[in-house]
């Protein structure tokens, strides 16, 4: 089997890393988001709650692009998120349910962590579907987009459907 690009990060890099507040803050994120289901409970607050899960997105970013340095991993993050986004747009509380069992500040903490400790079968994994992450994340954008548009529309609708009772 061919050995992946990046595979070690050197002892003192790794443990300034790990030391770093941006990969303690991932950690703990991830932990209060996924496995004490705060990020579908945010997901309540209409528009704001992604919007809020988005920015803690931010710190598995600044680690994958500027301390990991590893374009992949930072593909799969961004595709991770964008996936997490568009399961909490789902309307009608749907997307709300999804989320409980969609966890991917768990799978973007997973990731980095096989980086940082220089797992080969999660450093192979995420090199060798780079490409299809960035189709993946294309295609999250769009669905994105038509959900936003779908949210608009049927609050439009319903405001509309109000606004002909009271008048």
Same mark, same amino acid.
């Given at each position: 089997?061919?050995?992946?690009?990046? *595979?070690?990060?050197?002892?003192?890099?790794?443990? &300034?890393?790990?030391?770093?507040?941006?990969?303690?803050?991932?950690?703990?994120? !991830? &932990?209060?988001?996924?496995?004490?289901?705060?990020?579908? /409970?945010? =997901?309540?607050?209409? =528009?704001?709650?992604?919007?809020?899960?988005?920015?803690?997105?931010?710190?598995?970013?600044?680690?994958?692009?500027?301390?990991?340095?590893?374009?992949?991993?930072?593909?799969?993050? /961004?595709?991770?998120?964008?996936?997490?986004?568009?399961?909490?747009?789902?309307?009608?509380?749907?997307?709300?349910?999804?989320?409980?069992?969609?966890? =991917?500040?768990?799978?973007?903490?997973?990731?980095?962590?096989?980086?940082?400790?220089?797992?080969?079968?999660? /450093?192979?994994?995420?090199?060798?579907?780079?490409?299809?992450? !960035?189709?993946?994340?294309?295609? *999250? *954008?769009?669905?994105? *987009?038509?959900?936003?548009?779908?949210?608009?529309?049927?609050?439009?609708?319903?405001?509309?459907?109000?606004?002909?009772?009271?008048?």
């Amino acid at each position: 089997m061919e050995k992946p690009q990046n *595979c070690r990060i050197r002892p003192e890099r790794r443990l &300034r890393i790990e030391r770093s507040l941006a990969y303690r803050s991932i950690r703990i994120i !991830a &932990r209060w988001m996924d496995r004490y289901f705060l990020d579908p /409970i945010i =997901g309540l607050l209409p =528009g704001a709650g992604d919007f809020l899960s988005s920015v803690l997105a931010v710190p598995f970013l600044y680690v994958s692009i500027f301390q990991v340095r590893s374009l992949p991993l930072t593909l799969a993050v /961004i595709f991770n998120t964008l996936r997490d986004v568009a399961l909490g747009l789902v309307p009608f509380w749907i997307g709300n349910v999804i989320d409980v069992f969609n966890r =991917g500040y768990l799978q973007n903490f997973r990731l980095i962590v096989g980086f940082v400790e220089g797992d080969r079968e999660i /450093i192979g994994r995420v090199n060798r579907n780079a490409f299809r992450m !960035a189709l993946l994340i294309a295609a *999250c *954008c769009a669905v994105i *987009c038509w959900l936003v548009r779908l949210g608009i529309s049927v609050a439009s609708g319903a405001g509309d459907f109000l606004g002909g009772l009271f008048s």
